[in-house]
């Protein structure tokens, strides 16, 4: 399954690093934005239903720091 970063209103996956990243993964954190919550539920599923193989695709520059490094 692919998961294809996508941009509404800002990147998708790059608004939801955090999480992917394990640095915030406490629900209660929610900042309470319908689009957060709506970008939260649409990912669990996108990420829950694969059985053999998930990819997410996305910017590179989302993973650079300063330097440029990954």
């Not at 955090?18 to 599923?45: A, F, I, P, W």
Request: charged share 30%; with cysteine; glycine share 6%.
């Amino acid at each position: 399954t692919l998961v294809l970063e996508t941009f509404w209103y800002k990147h998708n996956l790059e608004s939801l690093k955090e999480r992917l990243m394990g640095e915030r993964c406490n629900g209660s954190d929610l900042d309470g934005t319908h689009r957060e919550q709506s970008r939260l539920k649409l990912h669990y599923v996108a990420m829950t239903r694969p059985t053999h193989l998930l990819c997410l695709a996305m910017k590179r520059s989302t993973f650079k720091d300063r330097t440029g490094a990954l």
